[in-house]
């Protein structure tokens, strides 16, 4: 099995494909197999990567709760790609992912070249922080007292899965089945280490106004607890831009693959050509009056 070093834990990968690098950072209730139809998509024109991040077997799962953080998150990816030798990669992240891909970028933004930042946001609204954080912890007592298999029994039909469950019973019934395969161990170390301490968002206003790597934020539109966080990438990344998909909840890849795929595609198409610009600064002036008129 092929597997990947970074802080001297191994992770597990898998890629398909040849050309320009795409990397995928996968969320809390998935894996590397939650990527399977988008390596599928891209691989006909790009190299695929997807691995499982610490605490996700056949990846190893540290004992030490402390070895799970937001820093790992963006630097493992940095690990796979540097075992790989891949200089600068598209990185694609959902949800726990997202923030990882969104980390990376401003940690180094020299290793992306671009970032879609997606079904990010849960945790990081300052008036919520308290209930996700006790939230987060009851999550992994459950993992702690019941296993993988009783978490995925209630944790796949929360508010933001039962979309993906009416769209799309199949894929969710495998999703829900992945889900249960997890381990216990790592799952509430994630939890608890990973989930529960990284930071909010809004406390890294000054650092995200100064990315500059092109940036696709995408969330779904009854993903309730990422639509705010969404906006306000939007308006604080100025190399940023918003897809909001319609009548989706927080697994957008898996409930609506071929809709995913496209806006992604669509991105990196951009991106690759040079188009994908800073934004004009004129767009946040007045919506009736120019610059010039503006100051008479």
Same mark, same amino acid.
């Given at each position: 099995?092929?597997?990947?070093?970074?802080?001297?834990?191994?992770?597990?990968?898998?890629?398909?494909?040849? /050309?320009?690098?795409?990397?995928?950072?996968?969320?809390?209730?998935?894996?590397?197999?939650?990527?399977?139809?988008?390596?599928?998509?891209?691989?006909?024109?790009?190299?695929?990567?997807?691995?499982? +991040?610490? /605490?996700?077997?056949?990846? !190893?799962?540290?004992?030490? =709760? +402390?070895?799970?953080?937001?820093?790992?998150?963006?630097?493992?990816?940095?690990?796979?790609?540097?075992?790989?030798?891949?200089?600068?990669?598209?990185?694609?992240?959902?949800?726990?992912?997202?923030?990882?891909?969104?980390?990376?970028?401003?940690?180094? &933004?020299?290793?992306?070249?671009?970032?879609?930042?997606?079904?990010?946001?849960?945790?990081? =609204?300052?008036?919520?922080?308290?209930?996700?954080?006790?939230?987060? !912890?009851?999550?992994?007592?459950?993992?702690?007292?019941?296993?993988?298999?009783?978490?995925?029994?209630?944790?796949?039909?929360?508010?933001?899965?039962?979309?993906?469950?009416?769209?799309?019973?199949?894929?969710?019934?495998?999703?829900?089945?992945?889900?249960?395969?997890?381990?216990?161990?790592?799952?509430?170390?994630?939890?608890?280490?990973?989930?529960?301490?990284? &930071?909010s968002l809004y406390d890294l206003e000054d650092q995200l106004k100064t990315l500059k790597v092109p940036t696709l934020?995408?969330?779904g539109d009854e993903d309730e607890p990422c639509l705010e966080p969404a906006l306000y990438l939007k308006r604080t990344?100025?190399?940023?831009?918003?897809?909001?998909?319609?009548?989706?909840?927080?697994?957008?890849?898996?409930?609506?693959?071929?809709?995913?795929?496209?806006?992604?595609?669509?991105?990196?198409?951009?991106?690759?050509?040079?188009?994908?610009?800073?934004?004009?600064?004129?767009?946040?002036?007045?919506?009736?009056?120019?610059?010039?008129?503006?100051?008479?």
């Open positions: 099995m092929p597997y990947a070093k970074s802080d001297g834990v191994k992770l597990y990968y898998e890629e398909v494909g040849t /050309g320009t690098a795409i990397i995928f950072l996968h969320e809390f209730a998935g894996d590397y197999r939650s990527w399977e139809p988008q390596m599928r998509f891209f691989s006909n024109r790009f190299r695929c990567i997807s691995y499982n +991040a610490r /605490g996700y077997p056949p990846s !190893e799962i540290p004992d030490n =709760v +402390a070895d799970y953080k937001q820093e790992n998150q963006a630097d493992d990816a940095i690990g796979v790609m540097d075992h790989l030798g891949i200089d600068k990669a598209h990185v694609v992240g959902l949800s726990m992912g997202g923030f990882a891909t969104l980390h990376l970028g401003l940690r180094n &933004p020299d290793r992306a070249l671009s970032l879609a930042v997606t079904g990010c946001g849960y945790g990081a =609204v300052k008036g919520n922080r308290d209930q996700f954080i006790t939230e987060a !912890e009851k999550i992994a007592q459950e993992y702690d007292q019941h296993g993988s298999e009783a978490v995925a029994e209630f944790y796949s039909i929360a508010s933001t899965r039962v979309q993906f469950q009416n769209r799309n019973p199949r894929g969710w019934a495998e999703f829900k089945l992945q889900l249960g395969e997890h381990s216990a161990v790592g799952a509430a170390n994630t939890m608890r280490g990973y989930q529960k301490t990284r &930071p934020i995408v969330t990344i100025a190399s940023s831009g918003l897809s909001v998909l319609p009548r989706s909840g927080h697994t957008i890849n898996l409930e609506d693959p071929d809709l995913f795929n496209s806006v992604i595609n669509s991105f990196i198409s951009t991106v690759e050509s040079g188009r994908w610009e800073l934004r004009d600064e004129r767009s946040m002036g007045s919506p009736m009056l120019s610059p010039e008129k503006t100051t008479d």
